[in-house]
């Protein structure tokens, strides 16, 4: 995955909520850490955590490792 932080800040930031941010992110790369969506968008790796926990509660997307005891590592992808 390209980290294009710059980009993604403004994307989340532009965004009308997180969820949709997240989402289309989420889409477009197939899947992804927590700790690069935390380090891409310029927030810590437990507020990442919080919205990813989110859409997972609610179906869209789930954990696909989360072998790791550092959130950081939880790797998490798109429902399909």
Known sequence: MKK???FW??????AKSWKEALLSRLRFEGGMTVGDLAECVGVGVNTALRHVQKVVNEGLAYFDNQRSDLASDWHFKPVK
């Not at 800040?9 to 532009?14: N, T």
Request: aromatic fraction near 12%; charge should be negative.
């Open 9 to 14: 800040v403004k994307e989340f930031k532009e």
């Open 4 to 6: 294009s932080e710059a």
